[in-house]
């Protein structure tokens, strides 16, 4: 029987995640699932923590024990400012996903952009010399943008509807990478100009997040050669999805990539190897009971 079965003791170790809202959060099925899998005394919580006050959870962190947290939305770029060590992926993204608490100080990583690349390894899609287009440039195209300029893809094209937004995390990847970039905005006429020449599409924006919301594009400018990967995982079939499948395009929604950035956090805070099944399935479980 597992530690967690038994019941929560004083040797507990505490993690979790700081998000506002936070009630949305899978995470802490997936990592739950998993610690009880591997008979580890930990359990993984749900905090909501109001972006105004996050800098003073965050200093207080370390002073009731608890040992890390993941970092969701709209919190990752606060983080950022209020850790004592940056790994070289915050550092690059300037985001904090996942905190480690050793001797009183926080570490600060960011898995978002490694998970992201496992997820695509795990549906066998080859990166080396694709061309990309990514929708968006917030906090999430940023992580994914960037890591994929570093990741030996061919070409990036980034389009967002703030088209000045898409320019400057052009300008930001062009100094890190040789590859070539470039901004459009977020608009059919221009996506249906260069979708021949793509081979993966990825939607980082939040449109297809809420009931009703139309596809961001139609299946008129995609392609059957294309990847299209939402990273939106609710409902499993997104409306891009839905229109990807109509022009014939492979497809895959964001749980894949939420399964992997949580898999790495696991390992960074246990130091074991993630079990990725169970992990997996917790998720998926999830994902039918809400
Ligand atoms: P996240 O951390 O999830 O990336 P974000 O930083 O707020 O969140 O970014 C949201 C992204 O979705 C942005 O690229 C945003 O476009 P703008 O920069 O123009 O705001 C995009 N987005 C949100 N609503 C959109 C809509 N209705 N149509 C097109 N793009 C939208």
Same mark, same amino acid.
């Not at 739950?32 to 207080?60: D, G």
């Not at 901004?183 to 009703?212: C, F, H, R």
């Given at each position: ?89 915050? &550092? ?7 905190? %480690?608490?050793?001797?009183? #100080? @926080?570490?600060? $990583?960011?898995?978002?952009? !490694? ?95 809420? &009931? ?7 299946? %008129?400018?995609?392609?059957? #050669? @294309?990847?299209? $990967?939402?990273?939106?995982? !609710? ?56």
């Amino acid at each position: 029987m597992s530690l967690i079965s038994q019941g929560i003791n004083g040797r507990t170790k505490i993690v979790g995640v700081f998000g506002f809202p936070v009630e949305h959060s899978l995470s802490p099925q997936m990592h739950n699932a998993a610690f009880r899998f591997q008979n580890l005394n930990f359990i993984y919580l749900p905090f909501e923590v109001k972006p105004q006050k996050l800098k003073y959870v965050l200093e207080n962190l370390p002073y009731m024990g608890i040992k890390g947290v993941n970092l969701t939305v709209p919190h990752k770029e606060i983080a950022y400012n209020y850790v004592d060590v940056l790994s070289k992926e915050a &550092k690059l993204i300037k985001a904090v996903n996942t905190i %480690k608490v050793i001797n009183n #100080k @926080l570490y600060g $990583y960011n898995t978002d952009g !490694s998970g992201f690349i496992k997820s695509l390894n795990s549906a066998k899609i080859n990166i080396k010399n694709k061309n990309v287009i990514v929708l968006g440039a917030g906090g999430a195209s940023r992580g994914i943008s960037i890591t994929l300029s570093l990741a030996g893809i061919r070409s990036l094209v980034i389009a967002n509807r703030t088209y000045e937004k898409a320019q400057k995390l052009v300008n930001k990847i062009s100094k890190l990478s040789e590859i070539k970039v470039f901004a459009i905005p977020l608009e059919e006429n221009y996506i249906k100009e260069i979708i021949t020449d793509m081979d993966i599409l990825i939607n980082a924006t939040s449109v297809g997040l809420n &009931k009703g919301d139309e596809p961001i594009i139609s299946s %008129k400018s995609l392609h059957p #050669k @294309l990847f299209v $990967y939402d990273l939106i995982y !609710s409902p499993s079939e997104t409306p891009l999805m839905k229109e990807a499948r109509k022009s014939g395009a492979r497809t895959t929604n964001g749980i894949s990539m939420l399964l992997y950035q949580g898999a790495l956090a696991y390992e960074i805070w246990t130091g074991k190897p993630a079990p990725i099944k169970i992990m997996r399935n917790s998720l998926l479980k999830a994902m039918k009971s809400r």
